[in-house]
């Protein structure tokens, strides 16, 4: 069966941080972060939460497919910062956005910057199965909540935003995908939850900062990068000039210049707007596609590739047919 995305939207946290901006607190400065990120700016979101931002993106998306919202059936949200521990991301956007009570399916799905990647993977299974048959799938971040700003190894690298796109069954676009993970025992990338709170006190703090091992995820990085190029060309049985559109998690720029550089893939195929928004982990990926939609590069037939790779470690792909 085939799967077509119908509609793009995505938010912009309200407060635009500069690299300069972020110098005068953080012990850092521009020529460091563009040098080694290719991040010049990013924006933190000041009163608007995950599923605020998640809303505002779903609602951009059903307006872009036209579509009666009372159609949709499935709501999911990758995401690292949930508004709280429940109820669900997604179901405070199905409420946010007035979608479907009682007719409608809403989940939160946590694969840190491969989320998004993977919830149009349950989406996809969803719809070929009957179960549903218009999908919302959101990726939507606050990352501003768990960054460090004493820590100028990782507070300089991310933003906080929302992408959001409609899939549903198609006659003819091909969807594929190619997921993995692998446990992480070495705490490469980290952001701890709650304590236990054996003695029934309530002094337990949990230090909830994302913490991060730059080299080893730099390494893994590019390894994952390429094994999802590798795997889905496999899959959909194309060569690399066929694809119009690689849109990679918006990590770091040196990160993808590598691959490209390895893998002999022209730097120009591989969309990026990391520059403008710094690393919005499971955002990212619909990010870039809603601004490319918006931008007319995102045209009808294009094929396209998104890669995403992060905490878990996971990484993975998706395939699919503007
Ligand atoms: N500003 C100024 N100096 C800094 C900063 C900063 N923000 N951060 C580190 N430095 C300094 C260090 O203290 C160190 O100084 P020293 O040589 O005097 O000790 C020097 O810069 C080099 O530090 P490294 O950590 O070795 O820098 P590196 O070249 O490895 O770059 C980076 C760090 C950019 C994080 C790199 O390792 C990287 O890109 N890793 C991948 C990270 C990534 O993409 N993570 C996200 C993917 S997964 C996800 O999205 C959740």
Same mark, same amino acid.
Request: one cysteine or more; hydrophobic letters at 40%.
């Given at each position: 069966?085939?799967?077509?995305?119908?509609?793009?939207?995505?938010?912009?946290?309200?407060?635009?941080?500069?690299?300069?901006?972020?110098?005068?607190?953080?012990?850092?400065?521009?020529?460091?972060?563009?040098?080694?990120?290719?991040?010049?700016?990013?924006?933190?979101?000041?009163?608007?939460?995950?599923?605020?931002?998640?809303?505002?993106?779903?609602?951009?998306? #059903?307006?872009? =497919?036209?579509?009666?919202? *009372?159609?949709? +059936?499935?709501?999911?949200?990758? &995401?690292?910062?949930?508004? !709280?521990?429940?109820?669900?991301?997604?179901?405070?956007?199905?409420?946010?956005?007035?979608?479907?009570?009682?007719?409608?399916?809403?989940?939160?799905?946590?694969?840190?910057?491969?989320?998004?990647?993977?919830?149009?993977?349950?989406?996809?299974?969803?719809?070929?199965?009957?179960?549903?048959?218009?999908?919302? #799938?959101?990726? =939507?971040?606050?990352?501003? *909540?768990?960054? +460090?700003?004493?820590?100028?190894? &990782?507070?300089?690298?991310? !933003?906080?935003?929302?992408?959001?796109?409609?899939?549903?069954?198609?006659?003819?676009?091909q969807?594929r995908h190619y997921?993995?993970?692998?446990?992480?025992?070495?705490?490469?990338?980290?952001?701890?939850?709650?304590?236990?709170?054996?003695?029934?006190?309530?002094?337990?703090?949990?230090?909830?900062?994302?913490?991060?091992?730059?080299?080893?995820?730099?390494?893994?990085?590019?390894?994952?990068i390429e094994d999802v190029i590798v795997n889905l060309l496999i899959q959909t049985k194309l060569e690399i000039n066929q694809i119009?559109?690689i849109?990679?998690?918006?990590?770091?720029?040196?990160?993808?210049?590598?691959?490209?550089?390895?893998m002999n893939i022209?730097?120009?195929k591989?969309?990026?707007?990391?520059?403008?928004?710094?690393?919005?982990?499971?955002?990212?990926?619909?990010?870039?596609?809603?601004?490319?939609?918006?931008?007319?590069?995102?045209?009808?037939?294009?094929r396209v590739i998104?890669i995403?790779?992060?905490?878990?470690?996971?990484?993975?792909g998706s395939y699919?047919?503007?």
């Amino acid at each position: 069966m085939s799967i077509e995305i119908i509609g793009y939207g995505l938010a912009q946290a309200e407060k635009r941080v500069t690299n300069h901006d972020l110098a005068k607190t953080v012990d850092t400065n521009d020529a460091w972060i563009q040098e080694r990120t290719g991040i010049n700016q990013r924006y933190f979101s000041m009163t608007k939460n995950t599923s605020d931002l998640a809303s505002e993106a779903a609602m951009m998306a #059903i307006q872009d =497919a036209k579509i009666d919202p *009372k159609t949709i +059936d499935l709501i999911l949200v990758a &995401t690292i910062t949930p508004d !709280g521990m429940m109820p669900s991301t997604a179901s405070l956007v199905q409420a946010k956005c007035g979608l479907n009570a009682q007719k409608c399916l809403s989940y939160d799905i946590n694969a840190a910057c491969t989320g998004f990647v993977v919830a149009m993977q349950n989406a996809q299974a969803m719809l070929e199965s009957g179960f549903v048959s218009n999908a919302l #799938i959101i990726g =939507a971040e606050t990352l501003s *909540k768990i960054l +460090d700003f004493k820590d100028r190894t &990782t507070s300089v690298l991310f !933003g906080d935003g929302a992408g959001a796109i409609i899939m549903r069954k198609s006659s003819s676009n091909q969807m594929r995908h190619y997921t993995r993970s692998e446990g992480d025992i070495n705490g490469v990338l980290t952001s701890d939850g709650l304590a236990l709170n054996p003695d029934m006190k309530f002094e337990h703090l949990s230090s909830h900062y994302l913490r991060m091992q730059g080299q080893a995820v730099f390494r893994f990085a590019v390894k994952a990068i390429e094994d999802v190029i590798v795997n889905l060309l496999i899959q959909t049985k194309l060569e690399i000039n066929q694809i119009d559109w690689i849109v990679p998690h918006q990590a770091n720029r040196r990160i993808i210049e590598y691959v490209a550089n390895k893998m002999n893939i022209d730097l120009s195929k591989f969309y990026l707007n990391l520059d403008q928004y710094g690393n919005t982990s499971s955002a990212s990926i619909p990010i870039a596609l809603s601004e490319m939609k918006t931008k007319g590069i995102l045209k009808e037939g294009m094929r396209v590739i998104c890669i995403g790779f992060g905490a878990g470690l996971t990484w993975g792909g998706s395939y699919f047919e503007s």
